[in-house]
Structures are given as structure tokens and as C-alpha cells.
């Protein structure tokens, strides 16, 4: 299958600083990419799509001030939580359909984060 | 109404034998239906995808499509100790390309 990766893997910060997630699809182009938070014993929940050059969509109840979201090019998508509280952590991960129309997709490994 | 609705589980079948996962959505309009592997502290991993009515199969695992019913199920035969995991279903609705997942059911398969 295709690959998508994320980095970092984890990361620690403390309240109130920011943290930035990159999501790259290694083996091809993807114009849409998915950003989904897991919370432990939870199931995945979409946050926000987003398009390369263009605005990304947002999810009800997803504060787009707070979880920016910029697709710079077609391999690569950025999710930086900004000023990070405690129950912001959570395990982020990304998701992108390998080829315009094809409905498989693949998740990157993901962030898990802990805001202390 | 939820969107996607799974069996919670957990459920816990002996190792060879047949386990069961069961899944039902919510909009008519749904296109695309995945099954989704997740290990604890992993991310998912595509097991099956199935598009159209009936089973499809991939060595171990069968997926079944019933549209009318509004319900798809997955298989797993000879069920390993390595199966255990968390499974989840996801469909596509629509026109939209997001997946929406169901809560997952955890599996234990006994050794």
C-alpha cells in the first residue's frame, strides 16, 4: 500500500506553547489529506480536510483558529495545535487517498501528543 | 442515530476458530466501506474495502456488503492470536471523500 508518514512520533511540550505535526505522503501526490484525534478508547474523529491551495474545511465543534492547517505542497500537510492545553493531548493522525477519485485510504503512523 | 455503529465487544473467540464483526450505517447514500485494523498505540491499518453488494475476499478475511440492509460484516477465518486488536468500520457517505468511523470492536483471540 502507499505510504504516508507523520513526524514527530511524539512529542511532550507545556501549556500554552505551540506544536507543529507534519503529515507527507512519501510515494505520491495527494491533493486532499485528513486529519483525524483519537483520545484513548475512543475511535477516530475526523477534524478538518485539507486541500492543497486552498483553505482547509473544518469539522463542526474544531476550532480553526487553534488547529491550523496548511497543505504547502502536494506530499505535504501541517497541523500545528496552538497554544496547547492539557486536554488537547491526544493522539493525532493523518490520512490521504492515494489517487484523485480512489476511496482507499492510508494512514500515516501518528503524533501522539501530551500537553503538560 | 449513530453513523456508523459497531458491536463494542469485546469480543473473544479461541485461536482457528471463525470470528464475526459486525457493522450497520445510517445514510442510504453510502458508496464505500472499509475495514480498518488497530493495534493498541498504532494507527489503523486497511484490512478490506468493498464497493458492491455480496463478499469479497482476501486469504483469511471476508467482507460482506448488503445495501438494502444497510450492513457489513467481516469474517476472519482460522482466527490467530495475532488478530487481536481493535477493528473498526468505516464508510464513505456520499459525495464526501471522509471517512466516518464506527466506535470499533475489540477482538481477543485466544491461544
Known amino acids: 500500500g502507499a505510504v504516508v508518514s507523520q513526524h514527530p512520533s511524539w512529542v511532550i511540550c507545556k501549556s500554552g506553547t505551540s506544536v507543529k505535526i507534519e503529515c507527507r505522503s512519501l510515494?505520491?501526490?495527494?491533493?486532499?489529506m485528513f486529519w483525524y484525534r483519537q483520545f484513548p478508547k475512543q475511535s477516530l474523529m475526523l477534524m478538518a480536510t485539507?486541500?492543497?491551495?486552498?483553505?482547509?474545511?473544518?469539522e463542526q465543534g474544531v476550532e480553526k483558529d487553534k488547529f491550523l492547517i496548511n497543505h504547502a505542497s502536494l506530499t505535504l500537510s501541517t497541523l500545528t495545535v496552538t497554544s496547547a492545553h492539557p486536554e488537547d493531548s491526544s493522539f493525532y493522525i493523518c490520512?490521504?487517498?492515494?489517487?484523485?477519485?480512489?476511496?482507499?485510504?492510508?494512514f500515516g503512523p501518528g503524533t501522539r501528543l501530551l500537553v503538560l | 442515530q449513530k453513523e456508523v455503529e459497531q458491536n463494542s465487544g469485546p469480543l473473544s473467540v479461541p485461536e482457528g476458530a471463525i470470528a464475526s464483526l459486525n457493522c450497520t450505517y445510517s445514510?442510504?447514500?453510502?458508496?464505500?466501506f472499509f475495514w480498518y485494523r488497530q493495534y493498541s498505540g498504532k494507527s489503523p491499518e486497511l484490512i478490506m474495502s468493498?464497493?458492491?453488494?455480496g463478499d469479497k475476499e482476501d486469504g483469511r478475511f471476508t467482507a460482506q456488503l448488503n445495501k438494502a440492509s444497510q450492513y457489513v460484516s467481516l469474517l476472519i477465518r482460522d482466527s490467530q492470536p495475532s488478530d487481536s486488536a481493535t477493528y473498526l468500520c468505516?464508510?464513505?457517505?456520499?459525495?464526501?471523500?471522509?471517512?466516518?468511523f464506527g466506535s470499533g470492536t475489540q477482538l481477543t483471540v485466544l491461544p
Open positions: 485539507s486541500n492543497e491551495g486552498s483553505k482547509a474545511t473544518y
Open positions: 468505516a464508510v464513505i457517505r456520499g459525495s464526501a471523500r471522509q471517512l466516518t
Open positions: 510515494d505520491f501526490q495527494a491533493t486532499t
Open positions: 490520512s490521504a487517498p492515494t489517487v484523485s477519485g480512489e476511496e482507499t485510504q492510508y
Open positions: 468493498i464497493y458492491s453488494n
Open positions: 445514510d442510504r447514500g453510502s458508496q464505500s
